[in-house]
């Protein structure tokens, strides 16, 4: 998705079409995984911290987290660390 929406010397409507909605069919997957979990292993473990910068470039990839309310939650609990937040924020 990042590539075709951000680094693509031209448009591909296909590409943009294709990934768009693997990429929401993906989150929508996270979003019934967290359904009754705080986090994705149950307890906050790897799973989660190697899925985050994923869905921390959701504004990237066009996608609402509000149209996927266990995901919100997730990415709001775990942004909301603070030791994280500050890593994230890195360059």
Known sequence: MHHFK??????VPYG???YYNECARL??????????????????SI???ATLPWVFR????EVDLNNFPNVKRWYDTLMA??????G????
């Open 58 to 61: 959701h504004d990237w990839q």
């Open 6 to 11: 951000r680094a693509a010397k031209e448009k």
């Open 27 to 44: 989150y929508d997957v996270l979003n019934t995984r967290l359904a009754g979990w705080e986090y994705l292993a149950g307890d906050i």
């Open 88 to 91: 994230m924020a890195l360059p």
């Open 16 to 18: 943009i079409n294709h």
């Open 47 to 49: 799973a989660d911290f």
């Open 81 to 86: 660390r603070p030791a994280l937040a500050k």
